[in-house]
């Protein structure tokens, strides 16, 4: 039957779409080790670590064991303003805890990859990530019009790596600014059942894991071999 294949088929999807996240962990990593420390008095005393990376246009928050915020080079050419909010909204995503909730959404796409629902909740999970940002960094007193005319200019002047937690994706930057500006539901909650769901959903594939894996069949003891060994094929004669 061709549902004998299904679980192997599944396997290796699985083993493809989980290049992508191997490729991203190696990323991560190079990233790391290319870039250099320095001091931002506007990080105040949040504990991240920044750090100066010339591959990248836009700032990048990464890590979830060792938090980081990668920064560009032309970092030091950004009016004061612009570096605060940089990194006030960088920094949010760090203590919301959002690179644990992208890497959950990451694992649950890695597991039903064939499914376009998972990875449309996963994308709409960064997005609310991105909205919960903004709406901290306005609740914590920056005001609403400057905040927008940061992100414009950071979108008109950069290219955000497609898969990082980036300052400002050009893609969804209108719907971010006219978030600011109307009355909608908080993100925070939507990002938590978004979060929810890709659990479940992750849970359920791991199960799914459990139940396409051979189980072993259970040994005969030595004793039953030796009766049936012994007993008489005819017992009749």
């Known amino acids: 039957s061709w ?15 989980s290049l992508r996240l191997i490729a991203a962990l190696t990323v ?6 290319s870039s250099r420390r320095i001091e931002a008095r506007d990080a105040g ?16 928050a990464a890590g979830i064991l060792k938090p980081v915020v990668f920064v560009p080079a032309i970092w030091q050419e950004w009016p004061q303003e612009t570096r605060e909010a940089v990194l006030a909204h960088e920094i949010k995503h760090h203590q919301r805890r959002d690179p644990l909730l992208r890497a959950v959404g990451a694992v649950a796409c890695t597991l039903h990859w064939f499914n376009p629902l998972v990875w449309w909740m ?5 997005d609310q990530c991105e909205f919960a940002c903004d709406e901290e960094v306005l609740a914590d007193g920056m005001g609403a ?9 950071l979108a008109a002047s950069t290219r955000s790596p497609a898969t990082a937690l980036a300052m400002a994706h ?41 139940r396409a894996a051979p189980t072993a069949k259970p040994a005969i003891p030595i004793e039953e071999i030796k009766m049936r060994l012994d007993a008489d094929p005819f017992p009749g004669n």
């Open 3 to 17: 549902t004998q294949w299904l679980p192997w088929i599944w396997g290796a999807g699985v083993a493809i779409a």
């Open 28 to 33: 991560l990593h190079e990233w790391r080790k």
């Open 45 to 60: 005393d949040a504990l991240v670590d920044i750090r100066l990376l010339e591959s990248i246009t836009s700032p990048v």
């Open 122 to 126: 996963a994308r709409r999970l960064g």
């Open 145 to 153: 019009e400057r905040y927008a005319n940061v992100l414009c200019d």
């Open 170 to 210: 050009e893609s969804g930057l209108e719907a971010r600014v006219k978030r600011m500006f109307s009355k909608v539901p908080k993100s925070s909650r939507v990002a938590l059942i978004a979060l929810v769901l890709l659990t479940i959903l992750t849970a359920l594939g791991l199960a799914v894991i459990r």
